[in-house]
């Protein structure tokens, strides 16, 4: 029973593009859900408003961090 190295590469070569793509999307989400956060209509109470802004940055700061920076990595080289 031969032992195939490179589907077994391959197939771990998916499972990283996959988890790697579904960390990317899920950033993207965070960084719209942070925008959402920030969009604070005039009528907002004064208690809730900062509530929303510090959730809003966090948001856009994590969403940059999971989402953003590996994009930027890989398209540099600095992925591997």
């Known amino acids: 029973m031969p032992l195939d190295v490179n589907a077994i590469l391959e197939q771990y070569k998916k499972k ?3 988890r790697r793509r579904i960390r990317e999307i899920i ?3 965070i960084l719209l859900a942070g925008y959402a956060l920030l969009a604070v209509s005039p009528d907002t109470p004064s208690d809730w408003l900062l509530f929303r802004v510090v959730g809003g940055f966090a948001a856009l700061l994590l969403g940059f961090f999971t989402a953003i920076l590996p994009i930027v990595a890989r ?3 600095g992925d591997e």
Do not use: D, I, K, P
């Open 16 to 18: 990283v593009r996959a």
């Open 75 to 77: 398209a540099v080289g």
């Open 27 to 29: 950033g993207v989400l």
